[in-house]
């Protein structure tokens, strides 16, 4: 019976789940946005911050403030970080010692929505009517810019100390190349309220909106093109890493990702329905997302959702399974052999070649192992999914059936 036990143990050990994993927050209140250092230091905000520095395995409050409702947090090292409230004191907090000790300075902006700092010096606050107020000084001094709308701005971001932008209500996209002197109306033709703004260079950049789509723009924001219709519900928060992968975030726990610049997304199934605010990555793999009722959710392979291995079976060949059900709507498995252990690439491509998903893109053991597709943004049609490990590739096909 002892021995039974163990073996039991060992294979409950060998399936391990992938992809978005809630962490305790010890919090019930709403979490609005994340802002991770590293793989270890970051802080949410919720009813107060809360700051781990073990990766998320534990959440510590720090208690500050006056209470007021907070709604807008920067971290721009471990130490060095900003908060503001809903306040038309509008009251800006600073850390100097990763949240031990609290400063804070009236800035009288009205009532603000998001804070973007690009350094421990220069950073932007935007809010309700078209605020917009500038530092250069740490937080110690709050400059009132003229942004020549009346429109709610709901996300600001910048690249550089000269140029940046801002979105918000109506469709309104503005920019700057001066550090915020002057703001320019990009004329976006957009009518929807625009929640994030993300760019990577002065020329790539990505908005998502409470319509459920994603724009995409290459010259700058002068033209701003439809990328994706998510079709579910709003999304809230858009993060890049670079110019190919990139993360969208909204409401009813929807992640979707994409690998070739926003051409195509799939959808992380993390099975919840909380909506979600904001999202921070610290690389292609570890990311966090967080949202309503305290939830905070991490993941460490890029999403992928789910895997099981065997690491108990050694097989002596590498071989790539069919996929299992086949056709498939809108979940299917696809099972593959690995004889050594080794860096493992296993994509699915459309008919025109097109990369689609990348399921896995890391070191895995030598074992047998399955990872579970889901295809639920796809067309129907055939598709492609490929594997290579070591030197070995192999594709074979599959089929989506809606």
Not at 16 to 24: I, K, L, M, P
Not at 201 to 229: D, H, Q
Request: a neutral charge; aromatic letters at 14%.
């Amino acid at each position: 019976m002892i021995i039974s036990f163990v073996i039991f143990l060992c294979f409950i050990n060998s399936i391990f789940a992938q992809g978005w994993v809630s962490q305790v927050s010890g919090t019930n209140s709403t979490l609005i946005t994340v802002s991770m250092i590293d793989q270890n230091t970051g802080y949410v905000l919720g009813n107060t911050v809360y700051k781990t520095t073990n990766g998320g395995l534990n959440w510590v409050p720090l208690l500050f403030g006056n209470g007021e409702i907070f709604v807008a947090m920067d971290f721009v090292n471990a130490n060095t970080g900003f908060v503001t409230a809903f306040d038309t004191n509008g009251v800006v907090y600073k850390t100097t010692n990763g949240g031990l000790n609290w400063t804070s300075a009236p800035v009288l902006l009205g009532t603000s929505t998001r804070m973007f700092f690009l350094n421990s010096n220069q950073g932007y606050i935007v809010g309700l009517g078209g605020t917009i107020f500038a530092t250069f000084t740490g937080g110690n001094l709050w400059i009132p810019q003229l942004s020549n709308t009346t429109n709610t701005l709901l996300g600001v971001y910048f690249i550089n100390s000269f140029t940046g932008w801002t979105c918000g209500f109506n469709g309104t996209v503005l920019k700057t190349t001066n550090a915020g002197l002057s703001w320019t109306d990009l004329q976006s033709g957009l009518t929807t309220t625009l929640r994030d703004i993300y760019f990577i260079n002065s020329n790539t950049g990505f908005m998502c909106g409470l319509n459920s789509r994603i724009y995409k723009t290459t010259n700058g924001g002068s033209n701003w093109s439809e990328l994706y219709f998510n079709s579910s519900c709003g999304l809230n928060a858009v993060y890049f890493l670079n110019d190919q992968t990139g993360w969208i975030a909204g409401c009813l726990g929807i992640i979707d990702a994409t690998t070739n610049g926003g051409v195509s997304w799939f959808r992380q199934t993390i099975g919840i329905t909380t909506n979600l605010n904001g999202l921070s990555f610290v690389n292609s793999m570890t990311g966090w997302a967080v949202g309503f009722t305290g939830r905070i959710l991490k993941t460490t392979n890029g999403g992928i959702t789910f895997t099981e291995q065997n690491q108990n079976f050694i097989p002596s060949e590498y071989a790539l399974h069919q996929n299992y059900p086949n056709p498939f709507n809108s979940e299917t498995w696809i099972e593959f052999l690995l004889p050594v252990s080794g860096f493992v690439s296993l994509d699915v491509f459309d008919v025109s070649g097109r990369l689609v998903a990348k399921l896995i893109n890391g070191f895995k053991e030598a074992g047998n192992h399955k990872v579970k597709f889901d295809g639920g943004n796809l067309s129907s049609g055939l598709y492609f999914y490929k594997l290579n490990c070591n030197g070995f590739t192999a594709v074979r096909k599959m089929i989506f059936l809606k």
